[in-house]
């Protein structure tokens, strides 16, 4: 069963830092375009974070820039989101994709408080 299954996550304070990783299992994702997305509560779900596969390419939505960073490992196939500064805006539930589409993470809820 080819599986993305998220770990990281959890309540912090404005200004802290967290980092979520998002493992493949079932098959590799060496060669996969890999992307962060969230979902706030009544909003739609929106872009984060995208990585090529080899790592040399990176882009971030507006909001997050200067503040997240996305970075994988192949040899682990997996994929990192590093959150600093963050911001309780930031509150949501994050989720790891392939480019396609065709794999999601569980989500992983991430709060940051005022």
């Known amino acids: 069963q080819v599986q993305l299954v998220q770990s990281g996550g959890g309540l912090v304070q404005a200004g802290g830092s967290l980092r979520l990783s998002c493992a493949g299992s079932g098959r590799s994702f060496s060669t996969d375009d890999m992307g962060w997305y969230r979902q706030a509560p009544g909003k739609e779900r929106e872009f984060v974070a995208a990585i090529s596969w080899s790592g040399d390419d990176t882009n971030y939505a507006d909001s997050v820039k200067g503040r997240f960073t996305i970075s994988r490992d192949n040899a682990k196939n997996t994929v990192y989101l590093q959150m600093n500064s963050l911001k309780p805006e930031d509150s949501a539930i994050y989720y790891c994709?392939?480019?396609?589409?065709?794999?999601w993470g569980q989500g992983t809820q991430v709060t940051v408080s005022s």
């Open positions: 994709t392939d480019s396609g589409g065709d794999y």
